[in-house]
């Protein structure tokens, strides 16, 4: 019998951009979940799990909370509200309020609502403090310390990771007795397969712009590993033909680019190296198809 721990469900939750799979990451201290200068780029909820010798933390990334506009956003802004309701703590994330008026924007009125609702213990971290003034990080610590829905206040930078010990230090005083959910070494529930199809959906987001990104889902098809080399083929469903002129390029130097950064990602996480094969193909308005959406893995909440 191993001593008893303290352990729990963490989430992450937050407006669309504000940094959450950017905290995921350096709390658990590996890219288990992808980060783009794009909102939405989070689609499932995403687990990370911190293990010290006495408490584990499981903590739960989500897509940010909007209003949602078509089938595959409402998805996605359900897994984040069975997220909250899932969460033995809570981490709300905003980023500094705006000078002179300081008002939140109206996504992060929506998502305190909501943090509000479940009645769960909640903290909240202020992110990207690298880039706003210390009078302003103060003035919104005060405003949102009125809202009265917080038991700590935490300004980090998740970016630079300034803060982030200090919350992770905290993290532990909210967590009671409980199992070991995950062994000591797991620091995801992600699959190799889901994984990699992320690392590739990353690249996606990064290079490409308007609607190319939102209309993209990767499958991967097939994992091979061999002595030295993990042989990899994966499949981008796009919504329409044009898409995919624009996701193989002039003379395939796009699905080169995306190919290439996304195979660097996969071997310096699994420590081997890789050949991958990517095919584009043209899966007609998949996210408003509730059949596609499941096979792709978005099914209901
Ligand atoms: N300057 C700055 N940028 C950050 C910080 N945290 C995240 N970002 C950037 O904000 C963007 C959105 O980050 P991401 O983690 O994907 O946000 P999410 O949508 O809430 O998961 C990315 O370009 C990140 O690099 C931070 O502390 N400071
Ligand atoms: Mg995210």
Same mark, same amino acid.
């Given at each position: ?114 943090? +509000?609702?479940? =009645?769960?213990? %909640?903290?909240?971290? #202020?992110?990207? @403090?690298?880039?706003? /003034?210390?009078?302003?990080? *103060? ?116 699905? +080169?680019?995306? =190919?290439?950064? %996304?195979?660097?990602? #996969?071997?310096? @996480?699994?420590?081997? /190296?890789?050949?991958?094969? *990517? ?23």
């Amino acid at each position: 019998m191993s001593e008893p721990i303290r352990s729990g469900f963490v989430c992450l939750v937050g407006q669309p951009n504000v940094g959450k799979s950017t905290l995921l990451n350096k709390l658990v201290g590996r890219p288990i979940s992808i980060t783009a200068s794009k909102p939405q780029t989070t689609r499932n909820r995403i687990l990370g799990v911190l293990t010290t010798e006495d408490y584990q933390a499981v903590f739960m990334d989500t897509p940010g909370i909007h209003k949602p506009k078509d089938p595959l956003n409402l998805r996605m802004v359900n897994y984040a509200k069975q997220a909250l309701a899932d969460a033995d703590l809570i981490l709300m994330l905003i980023e500094p309020l705006a000078a002179p008026q300081y008002i939140s924007p109206p996504n992060a009125e929506l998502v305190l609502q909501l943090v +509000k609702d479940t =009645g769960s213990k %909640a903290l909240l971290v #202020i992110n990207k @403090i690298d880039r706003a /003034q210390e009078g302003q990080v *103060l003035e919104t610590i005060r405003r949102m310390d009125e809202t009265g829905a917080f038991t700590e206040i935490v300004p980090i930078s998740a970016l630079t990771g300034k803060g982030v010990e200090r919350l992770a230090a905290l993290i532990p005083d909210f967590l009671e007795e409980g199992p070991r959910y995950f062994e000591p070494d797991s620091v995801t529930d992600q699959s190799e397969s889901a994984l990699v199809a992320e690392l590739i959906r990353q690249e996606i987001f990064r290079r490409t712009e308007q609607e190319v990104p939102y209309s993209t889902a990767v499958r991967v098809e097939s994992m091979e590993e061999k002595p030295r080399l993990m042989s990899i083929h994966a499949r981008i469903y796009v919504e329409r033909e044009s898409q995919k002129g624009i996701l193989i390029g002039k003379g395939g130097r796009m699905l +080169k680019a995306i =190919g290439q950064a %996304a195979r660097k990602n #996969i071997e310096s @996480i699994f420590g081997i /190296q890789v050949y991958l094969n *990517l095919r584009v193909n043209v899966l007609k308005d998949w996210s408003e198809n509730p059949r596609h959406l499941a096979e792709l893995g978005y099914p209901e909440a």
